[in-house]
């Protein structure tokens, strides 16, 4: 059974960082595609970055986020974070390696963790 399991959140000043981790537990293929998304109170979940054949941002973060992998384990490292980017983030993972736009397209995901920007 496959799980993703978000670490990392918490609450920082604006201006600070977080980094946020996903482990994933029993996938053993080679080809996927990870992404982190966020949910913030009263808005839909939007993409953040994803990480396959290459990486990508939304525009939002370009800059300040990096995203990246190492064996079974995703990573989010969030540099001069924003009142804005407060939200519930989630890692999702989605079968090939060709990562999908939308949410609906990604077979796992993690539970969330939160983070909390104060200005």
């Known amino acids: 059974q496959v799980q993703l399991m978000e670490s990392g959140g918490g609450s920082v000043q604006a201006g600070g960082s977080l980094r946020l981790s996903c482990a994933v537990f029993?996938?053993?293929?080679?080809?996927?595609?990870m992404a982190w998304f966020r949910q913030a109170p009263g808005k839909e979940r939007e993409g953040v970055a994803t990480i396959g054949r290459i990486t990508s941002y939304a525009d939002s973060v370009k800059g300040r986020f990096t995203i990246s992998q190492d064996n079974a384990k995703l990573y989010l490292q969030m540099n001069s974070l924003k009142p804005e980017d407060t939200a519930m983030y989630y890692c999702?993972?989605?079968?090939?390696?060709?990562?999908?736009?939308?949410?609906?397209?990604?077979?796992?995901w993690g539970q969330g963790t939160q983070v909390t920007v104060s200005s």
């Open positions: 029993g996938y053993t293929s080679s080809s996927y595609c």
């Open positions: 999702a993972l989605a079968f090939g390696s060709h990562c999908p736009t939308h949410e609906s397209n990604y077979n796992y």
